[in-house]
């Protein structure tokens, strides 16, 4: 009976000895930052971003990206103004996502064909000149082996802005003359734009 109480008493002075151990070394490898020889700054990856709409000869503010009861040949200009508004300079990526396909007028009209396959896109930026989307089909930019978001859309890659820098990307959406009028009553919705921003 002594023996098990002398073991349980050095088992737990052992135990205890450990913990202050583990403590001190845990508290020995801590370093102190004298605040007094450091600039301490928050990182601040920021950006003011619009998207635009070509009306006459005027960039426009819009909220949305639609396309409805268009006719063969019709064409939408947009612009993504993106301002580093943040404190050091950043990257940053622009996803075109959740493509709402459907009719504009669905009430007593049944029609299988989707604007994703016969609406073109084509897309440029201002700065990254070397990424850009050449005129092609929705559907076939989403599938593209380089895009690696599918089923969204890349539509700007590694755009770098300096703090205080505009970027600039500008994408056009068509829908081509040679398409039959069975497009006319079809609808085309773009409900998200992802930009992702990095610090450089």
Same mark, same amino acid.
């Given at each position: =009976?002594?023996?098990?109480?002398? =073991?349980?008493?050095?088992?737990?002075?052992?135990?205890?000895?450990?913990?202050?151990?583990?403590?001190?070394?845990?508290? &020995?490898?801590?370093? &102190?930052?004298?605040?007094?020889?450091?600039?301490?700054?928050?990182?601040?990856?920021?950006?003011?971003?619009?998207?635009?709409?070509?009306?006459?000869?005027?960039?426009?503010?819009?909220?949305?990206?639609?396309?409805?009861?268009?006719?063969?040949?019709?064409?939408? !200009?947009?612009?993504?103004?993106?301002?580093?508004? #943040?404190?050091? #300079?950043?990257? %940053?990526?622009?996803?075109?996502?959740?493509?709402?396909? @459907?009719? %504009?007028? *669905?009430?007593?009209?049944?029609?299988?064909?989707?604007?994703?396959?016969?609406? &073109?896109?084509?897309?440029?930026?201002?700065?990254?000149? %070397?990424? @850009?989307?050449?005129?092609?089909?929705?559907?076939?930019?989403?599938? !593209? *082996?380089?895009?690696?978001?599918?089923?969204?859309? =890349?539509?700007?890659?590694?755009?770098?802005?300096?703090? #205080?820098?505009? @970027?600039?990307?500008?994408?056009?959406?068509?829908? *081509? #003359? %040679?398409?039959?009028?069975?497009?006319?009553?079809?609808?085309?919705?773009? !409900? !998200?734009?992802?930009?992702?921003?990095?610090?450089?």
């Amino acid at each position: =009976m002594k023996n098990r109480m002398l =073991m349980s008493i050095l088992a737990l002075v052992g135990a205890s000895l450990l913990l202050v151990g583990a403590t001190l070394a845990w508290f &020995t490898v801590s370093q &102190t930052v004298n605040n007094d020889n450091i600039d301490l700054a928050l990182i601040n990856v920021d950006a003011v971003v619009t998207l635009e709409t070509m009306i006459g000869e005027t960039w426009t503010s819009v909220d949305s990206i639609n396309i409805a009861a268009s006719e063969p040949g019709d064409s939408f !200009q947009y612009r993504l103004t993106i301002y580093n508004s #943040g404190n050091i #300079g950043l990257k %940053t990526d622009i996803i075109l996502s959740n493509f709402i396909d @459907g009719l %504009t007028n *669905p009430l007593g009209y049944d029609n299988p064909l989707s604007l994703l396959s016969v609406v &073109t896109i084509a897309a440029s930026n201002s700065i990254n000149e %070397t990424y @850009g989307i050449s005129t092609m089909t929705l559907s076939s930019a989403i599938s !593209q *082996p380089a895009n690696v978001y599918s089923p969204n859309l =890349m539509l700007a890659d590694n755009i770098s802005l300096a703090i #205080g820098e505009t @970027g600039y990307v500008y994408f056009t959406l068509s829908l *081509p #003359g %040679t398409v039959g009028n069975d497009y006319r009553n079809l609808s085309l919705g773009i !409900q !998200q734009i992802r930009i992702t921003l990095v610090s450089e």
